[in-house]
């Protein structure tokens, strides 16, 4: 099965979905999915990917992440990006999106049982130019909705789509959901932008899911 993957310059990119699991995944206490038969997905396999160990200069800015987990802001109506897709009323408390630290790889988790809709900002940690490389890293457990329903997550730098991940719920009919799936893929940005210019995270689906957002980072092109 394969998953359309686009940026701002159309498709960027496949996802094999290679993870499988049970029922309704959520995360236990040492981050492996709770469903029965589920994989989890480990710190390792995720800091294997990492941008982090980059040593060389991208487009003259250090390789890194652009992201800090801790410095997400909710954004208002007014100034999301999406904002067709907000529903009509915004149910997301406490225990919807919050920083996941404990593993060796901080995360920032999302679970839709509790956030109905996310819209999120913070400020670019780095600067990025043209024909820079970034590495986009995510997860979800299995996806499953009431009825027929699309997960989408979207993120932007400086207003410019550089992923846009939409998948339809369910894709394994007989089974009623859509596998789990680990997203770590690459893409080449077309535009410049400064450190400091608006990072903005779009997550939304229909049921009882957990995705995690490990990194959006500047690699050696």
């Not at 029922?23 to 206490?29: K, S």
């Not at 339809?168 to 789990?180: F, L, Q």
Request: glycine share 10%.
């Amino acid at each position: 099965m394969r998953l359309v993957l686009r940026s701002a310059s159309g498709v960027c990119g496949a996802a094999i979905v290679v993870l499988t699991s049970g029922a309704c995944a959520g995360l236990g206490e040492d981050g492996a999915a709770s469903g029965d038969g589920s994989e989890s997905v480990s710190d390792s396999s995720m800091s294997a990917g990492s941008a982090s160990a980059g040593t060389a200069e991208s487009g003259g800015e250090s390789p890194g992440s652009l992201i800090d987990h801790a410095a997400w802001v909710t954004l208002a109506a007014e100034d999301d990006p999406v904002s067709e897709h907000r529903p009509a009323e915004i149910d997301c408390g406490v225990g919807g999106w919050y920083l996941e630290d404990t593993g060796a790889v901080p995360k920032l988790e999302v679970d839709t049982n509790q956030c109905n809709y996310l819209a999120l900002s913070q400020p670019s940690l780095r600067a990025i130019t043209a024909g820079d490389t970034l590495q986009v890293s995510f997860y979800h457990f299995d996806l499953v909705a009431p009825e027929p329903a699309e997960g989408h997550l979207q993120l932007r730098v400086d207003g410019n789509v550089v992923w846009d991940y939409l998948i339809p719920i369910p894709t394994d009919e007989e089974n009623n959901k859509t596998p789990a799936a680990f997203i770590d893929e690459t893409v080449v940005v077309e535009f410049d932008a400064p450190a400091g210019a608006e990072v903005y995270l779009h997550l939304h689906n229909h049921g009882q899911n957990t995705w995690n957002v490990v990194d959006l980072a500047l690699v050696e092109g």
